[in-house]
């Protein structure tokens, strides 16, 4: 079953601890992609990553950190720097960098703070 | 400054009813425009893009450049369209895309 699977779905988590979002995915795309989802805000970018071992900044990206050491895999922490880390967190990914526009994206990952 | 803006949080119509989505973009050079939409329970996912001119279940965007906006337009709306719709814009950089805050919409019989 092709697609992004991202994990957990829920998290919880006390100030003060970082977290660590999981993203894999099987669609053997070169992008991928954070974004951050709050209500009445939309969609804002935290990290992206065009090929494997690269990424860069998004708009959002302080109290975020991300590696990307396989093409399948792009994991987010968000650590005790993020000074409002509670909201849903939404992966994605592209074919490559030229398709950015077409954007297949994870199911999400809510985070709350304690 | 790149921005996309969608300046109806909620739109309720009725079912048959027209519907038309606002988007509006700020950009220099030449855009690339998306719509996505997420139903209930659903992954977010793309509708449509400008550059194709397609129609997608009933639903068209056109670009109008001089009044840099992308709406998005049915002719009759239908209950099953009712979700959370975003307009996005390719980055001057063209490495990401950039989301509107969404429009709701609520199509009811």
């Known amino acids: 079953d092709g697609g992004i699977t991202q994990s957990p779905k829920y998290l919880f988590r006390k100030e003060g601890q970082n977290v660590t979002l999981s993203c894999e995915q099987n669609?053997?795309?070169?992008?991928m992609y954070w974004y951050r989802q709050d209500p009445g805000q939309g969609l804002r970018l935290i990290y992206y990553?065009?090929?494997?071992?690269?990424?860069q900044k998004g708009d959002i990206a302080e109290g975020y950190s991300v590696s990307r050491e396989k093409k399948e895999s792009f994991p987010l922490t968000v650590t005790s720097a993020q000074k409002n880390p509670t909201a849903f967190y939404l992966c994605?990914?592209?074919?490559?960098?030229?398709?950015?526009?077409?954007?297949?994206f994870g199911e999400g990952s809510r985070l709350t703070v304690l | 400054a790149q921005r996309v803006t969608q300046p109806e949080k909620l739109l309720s119509v009725f079912k048959g009813a027209p519907v038309e989505l606002k988007c509006n973009y700020s950009?220099?050079?030449?855009?690339?425009l998306f719509w996505y939409v997420q139903y209930s329970r659903q992954r977010l996912q793309l509708l449509l893009r400008?550059?194709s001119r397609e129609s997608i279940k009933g639903f068209t965007a056109d670009l109008n450049k001089g009044e840099t906006s992308f709406h998005l337009k049915k002719p009759f709306a239908q209950e099953e369209d009712s979700a959370m719709y975003y307009c996005?814009?390719?980055?001057?950089?063209?490495?990401?895309?950039?989301f509107g805050k969404g429009t709701t919409l609520s199509v009811s019989s």
């Open positions: 990553s065009q090929i494997v071992n690269d990424f």
């Open positions: 996005a814009l390719k980055n001057q950089a063209g490495t990401a895309l950039i």
């Open positions: 950009y220099s050079g030449s855009p690339e």
């Open positions: 400008h550059i």
């Open positions: 669609l053997n795309h070169d992008a």
């Open positions: 994605a990914s592209s074919i490559n960098a030229g398709n950015t526009g077409e954007l297949f």
